[in-house]
C-alpha cells in the first residue's frame, strides 16, 4: 500500500503535425490519501521558469481511479482536467499569459496498482480555442516516498 509521503512523476507527450513529438516531464513530492475508490494526491509542481521570469508553483491536486483521471491545478497557472475514455471534457487553462478554451477528448486509459505503487498511461485529443492541437499521452508513475528526492531529479514542468 502507498505510504503518505509520495514521488509522483508525469510524462505528457504531444504528437502534433511536426516531425518530433514533444515532451514535459516533471517529479514532484507529495502526499497520498485514498477516499472510497480514488487515489488522492496533493503536491506543489514548479511551473517551467522560462515562461514566467521567476519560478512559480501551483497547488496540484490529482484523483485517480480505475475509470477516470482528474487533475487541478490552482495558482499562477489554473486549470481543472478530466479524463475518462468516451468523454469529452471543455475546460479552461488559465496562465499569466492568458486563457485558453480547452477540448480534452480521452480515447484510452489504463490504471495499474501494485502493492507499493501506481502507474496510469492515457491517450487523449486536444483542441485549444476550437482547434484541434494535438493527440497526446500522460503517464503517470508514483510511489512511495523512500529517503527524499534529489534536486536534480526534481523536474519543471507547466
Do not use: W
Request: hydrophobic share 30%; with cysteine.
Amino acid at each position: 500500500m502507498l505510504k503518505e509521503n509520495v514521488v509522483i512523476t508525469i510524462c505528457g507527450t504531444q504528437y502534433d503535425t511536426s516531425d518530433s513529438p514533444e515532451q514535459v516531464k516533471t517529479t514532484q513530492t507529495g502526499t497520498y490519501r485514498r477516499i472510497g475508490n480514488k487515489h488522492v494526491f496533493l503536491y506543489d509542481e514548479v511551473l517551467n521558469e522560462s515562461l514566467f521570469q521567476k519560478p512559480m508553483v501551483a497547488k496540484s491536486i490529482l484523483k485517480i481511479s480505475p475509470e477516470e483521471v482528474h487533475i487541478t491545478k490552482k495558482g499562477p497557472a489554473q486549470t481543472d482536467m478530466l479524463f475518462q475514455p468516451g468523454l469529452s471534457y471543455s475546460t479552461y487553462y488559465d496562465t499569466p499569459l492568458g486563457t485558453l478554451q480547452m477540448c480534452l477528448s480521452t480515447g484510452f486509459l489504463d490504471v495499474q496498482e501494485t502493492e507499493d505503487s501506481l502507474h496510469v498511461f492515457l491517450q487523449y485529443s486536444m483542441d485549444i480555442n476550437y482547434n484541434h492541437t494535438a493527440n497526446c499521452t500522460i503517464e503517470i508513475s508514483i510511489s512511495s516516498l523512500e529517503g527524499g528526492i534529489r534536486e536534480e531529479e526534481r523536474g519543471d514542468a507547466l
